[in-house]
């Protein structure tokens, strides 16, 4: 069984559970990588394939037509090894991430079941829900659908906005005789695919595998398809490789804040300092407080402050190994920060930044396990304020308890696998096509 997620830690940390449970099954795993994740997949016992270790080359590209070139050029090399893969291996079943719609032509020309494995909350247009994107809370008043289809306009056009000219750009590089066949929507209807625009743009229509619980979600999604939601996707065990010592005292209520590894890619550097700056401003008026801060190097050096004597600071936090110790939680919003959160029972303050991030602290605050922020409207004051509202809320502790007590009733991930199963043995899997 063949895993092709997003070359991101998060999108592995929700997915070890699973492939572990499926190993204990029978089944053997692989990873499909592009690189810098293939450590950390060995680090905790499943086997890869790298796919291509010279992903740097995109870094000196310059002009849009020499990135459209490369985009298209880079998945039509990818989906070659894929192939070979395909042939070697010959997988019972593929979970793919939605952002990898490219990369599924090889799978679906062997007849290879493909699942969308979504870690994320987004989902197609559907008027009874609000757009991930767009942050708007779900609401249960009579202009909600006018709200929600407003959020639905704002997205598409932030979307096209943003990748407008490089889809226009496309367009005209591939009627070009010459890359005709590096178009993948071509070759995915050719054999037999079909796909439909959600809020990351295009993805395969099939079977989806949601990595979080059901009541996790909002209500009113209307599902078009086969879906599942897998259950808690926390992998307790998993091996980050780093040991962590806390050194606050009995009194001290610890705070712990990492905004992930989004922060230096898609903040900017002006507004992460004036956060981590605010942050330190408030923890240093705060003695009853203890700080657990996961701050980049490159933001180390460049801070105004000085470190009060009650802050502790490292380059990287085992997230699991301080998440038990934590009373209030400050994460940017990532979909499996929240799922960590809530499955050791830690209320969170979100600050988000862009894409699902918004969506994901409007749930946050729709199921009253947090509070969210603004990183262009920070104080110290305000932060003060949102973490006593958290310590002493019993509506906050009370929402907490009864979902990490959902987390834990599910934390096998039980239903995901009997899914998976069902999707194999209700088809014949056929052998590939030479």
Known sequence: MIFFLLGEKSAYNSSFILARQLQERGYTVLYLVFGKEAKYIKDNGFRYELLDPRQSKKRHLRGLIAYVRYYYIYQYIVNRKIERLVLRERPCLCLVNVLSLPLTVKLLKHQVPVVNYVNEFIYRFNSEVPAVFSGVLPGKKWYRRIVNLWSWVYTYIQFYRKKGLFHLVAFFWLSRRPFLKLDYMKEIRLYKGNCYWCEYGYRLKGPDYFSFTAEMDIPGKVHRSAFVYGGAHIYKERNDNTAFELKANERQKIIYCSLGTWSLQHLKQRERLNFYNQLLSAIAQRQDLHLVLSLPNEDLENLSLSFPKNVQVHSFVPQLKVLPLTDVFITHGGSSSIKEAISYG?????????????????????????????????????????????????????????????????????????????????????????
């Open 346 to 434: 830690v209320p969170m303050m979100v600050f988000p930044g862009i894409v699902d991030q918004p969506g994901n602290a409007a749930r946050v605050v729709y199921h009253k396990l947090g509070v969210r922020g603004s990183f262009r409207r920070v104080s110290a004051k305000k932060i003060i304020r949102m973490i006593d509202y958290l310590l002493n809320s019993r509506e906050i502790k009370a929402a907490v308890t009864e979902f990490k007590q959902l987390a834990d009733k599910q934390y096998d991930c039980s239903k995901g696998v009997s899914f998976l199963e069902a999707m194999i043995a209700s088809r014949r899997i056929p052998a590939p096509l030479l």
